[in-house]
């Protein structure tokens, strides 16, 4: 079956029956006639071909065309011209800014039409501070059209990216491409299936094979659970109708919610990267529910996963850097060993990194727990020890503190966290604030001149403490 004709398809049935107010495209001899006018009017710009003399034309056109008090073949006439200069002058953001103003007009097919104008200005791209903006604008389409379930220019797309991503010689770059290469590459494969669960729904509805294959689609991959539990539990998979049955029935005791978080939880771990996070988001949505419900080895459990999936929501996996080898913070213990820091009472015991891994980094996190019985503080450090963010653990605060000139610690922010069985730590900088995040939920935000991770280390005191997971964030 014709891809295009998949995508299309795929979407029309996905996606409730609403009108869309988008013109048609005009009549091509009517297109022709306004770009004649155009070109008349605007003929002493169409006169400089210089590529900035380009851009600048295609910024009045996008003006105009953007006007809609004027004829609709005119308005398609100058948005289409304005993509063609602007690709002509090298300016991607505004090609992309003109084929914007065309879909949300036109019917149009945008991503298509990215794709084109991404392919022709991304040749030009020489350094690599220009290969890194070309792969990013692939990778921002290859979502876009994964959206528009056209998986075809999604494919292309991420391969693309891939290609750009080599000449970076980055390898968190090249991994970020491959992988979203995998994902339309997976998407396109699930998108002819789901036409055929369709096809076979219409005319079987209770078929088991088609109920599952819609199913897993529109849950997994799609996340659209209220629509694909139904149709999962009506499924031939014998694990995947138990749980949908399991979801379906809306438990309200704390146990049976773990449960069918569990269940999704274990689904995730076996299924491929890219229903991982949708799977994942449907564990989490059962584990919030337990709350404090739980007892024992589940509640343990329970809030150990949901930081997980919170720590998540920080940035993707691909951004962090692991720092699994305690010999970087000059601790004598084995690469993927827990660090300890063993301080006596009343006095601390901080080691800061003895050198940061390439690049720049906006992000900390680390893991904290305590030895049972013994009351100590712990945390994460910034700007060798001077501004921490750490469990006061006698008291079973949250802190988040900074040095004064003369030595003595101004505290910013506290909140009571309660007793835990291990705290996650995580520092951020963004837009000259320091936002300070435990188990993924940020607590307070403090002003700061830096614009990135400054001297990141771990600091205990009154006591013993371990740290692991520990972890930067790359900008």
Known sequence: ????????????????????????????????????????????????????????????????GEQRDGETPTRYALLREAQDLAVQGGDAPLALKAIDGLARNFLVNAVALK????????????????????????????????LAEDPDIAVKSADSATQLARKTKELSLISRSEVKGKEASA???????????????????????????????????KGDWDSGLRLAAKGEDPTWKALAAKDLAAPGDAASQASVGDGWWDLAEKAPETARPNLRARAAFWYEKVGDGATGLTRTKVRSRLAELRMDKLGPKHLWVPLNDPQQFGVNRKPGEAIELSADEGKADGQSIKSLPPGEFDGFAARVRFKTGIRAHAGIALEDKSILAYIDYSGKYFMFSHLLDDRKWQVDFDKKCGEREEYNLCILVADGEYRAFLDGVELCRTKTTQSRIVQPGLQASHGPAIFDRIQLRKK
């Open 187 to 221: 998407r396109k494969a699930a998108l002819e299936k789901v036409v055929k669960a369709r096809e076979t729904l219409s005319k079987s509805p209770d078929d088991p094979s088609a109920n599952h294959a819609l199913g897993y689609y529109l849950c997994a991959v």
């Open 115 to 146: 794709h084109a104008a991404l392919q022709t200005t991304s040749k030009s791209a020489r350094t690599p501070e220009e290969l890194k903006l070309a792969t990013a604008r692939f990778l921002s389409l290859a979502d876009e059209a994964l």
């Open 1 to 64: 079956m014709d891809l295009a004709v998949v995508a299309t398809l795929a979407l029309a049935l996905a996606t409730p029956d609403v009108q869309d107010a988008r013109l048609p495209v005009p009549d091509p001899a009517a297109v022709a006639k306004a770009e004649k006018l155009i070109r008349e009017i605007f003929r002493d710009d169409y006169a400089r071909k210089s590529p900035p003399d380009q851009v600048a034309l295609a910024q009045k056109l996008i003006s105009q």
